[in-house]
DNA sequence: GGTCTCATGTAAATAGTTACATGATTAT
DNA sequence: ATAATCATGTAACTATTTACATGAGACC
């Protein structure tokens, strides 16, 4: 079957909201973009723009050549652009989400002493490494887009990432220094 | 294929370390307790069990009754106990999450006015009634597990969820501070 | 003409949930 | 006895990634 119920078809509507482009084209800015909260495989990609296609949501710019792996550059419909704007207004929902860390500290106590301290160590300096990913791609945005009127959005969602970042950075501060004293039982 | 790479079968070797139980009460334990961090369904439960009684992981207690569909309590083995603890010490991973409303809010200046104000204060309260259950979960693990040796534990990853529902709320706050100021562009 | 990157597309593998079929146990 | 809940198990469905096959264009 073909028909999905997921937000694939809505992505690739936002993303060629910002102007007509390639499938290819597409995946690379999702890569460079949307990749900390929203990733797409050309697996899904293709298929979803043919399936727009059809649904009239989408259309082709002009092509530059015609063989049968000629670069596709698509742009938005009129519909297209209305779908967009209705889906936006769909209530967002919250995804559940896993995390590793959590769940082995979960069982923390079944661990040798100074195994879960590691654990949380690691996953701060991890964190400690996005935070810096994130401070430099919010001063490259703020550069190179001072102008574009997305821009106010696109710093939303890099804040969202820095704030995350110093939480998870701080918790696991809290956390380390908890493991350090004397667990509540009499033998370790 | 039966072979599976997920975390599902080091999952349940923790929860057997808390005691014997069957598939459907580590399924309600779950639910319990890890559910805001892990979840496994009886889709993955019950054949990773299997695939576990097979390894020598886990064995079956002595059984009540011996009907097709009878209650298998399940227990660790030597060798099982072992596996979980080798498994603590390997550095979890961060998973690539998903997130719905920083999806939208990327596509924010697309949306008619008020349209991403409004996102922004749902999600807040959501996270508003999280924060309200995470505390209340606190107190009750407080109060009715207080000398177990797992609670420390317990206790750090409900407070990951709270300092993750405070950042939430106070980032939705400020974003919609921001929403309300008029945007870098001449017209609205 | 070679090689690198851009580019499309699909098949197969992997991951995970949900719905259903069935039966055992417990409380009323 | 009957209903609710506890319980096992699997098939079908949904979701998603990865690997592969193929080819076009640009640059050297």
Chains 1, 2 share one sequence.
Not at 108 to 125: E, H, I, K, N, S
Not at 164 to 187: G, H, Q, Y
Request: charged content about 25%; overall charge positive; glycine content about 6%.
């Amino acid at each position: 079957m073909d028909t999905h119920k997921t937000t694939t078809e809505e992505t690739l509507l936002g993303l060629l909201s910002l102007g007509p482009m390639s499938g290819y084209q597409m995946r690379n800015l999702m890569q460079d973009s949307t990749a900390n909260f929203w990733r797409e495989s050309y697996g899904r990609i293709y298929p979803a723009l043919k399936r727009m296609k059809k649904a009239g949501l989408v259309e082709l710019d002009k092509q530059a050549s015609a063989g049968p792996r000629a670069k596709k550059v698509y742009r938005l419909t009129t519909t297209g652009q209305k779908r967009l704007r209705a889906w936006l207004g769909v209530p967002a929902q919250p995804l559940p989400n896993r995390n590793e860390l959590l769940l082995k500290l979960f069982f923390g106590d079944r661990a040798t002493p100074g195994t879960m301290a590691a654990q949380v160590l690691a996953w701060q300096q991890s964190y400690a490494a996005d935070l810096k990913r994130y401070e430099l791609q919010l001063a490259e945005l703020e550069a190179t887009h001072a102008k574009h009127p997305g821009l106010p959005f696109w710093r939303m969602t890099l804040r969202y990432g820095i704030s995350e970042a110093i939480m998870v950075i701080n918790w696991c501060a809290d956390t380390m220094e908890e493991l350090k004293s004397p667990p509540t039982r009499d033998k370790g």
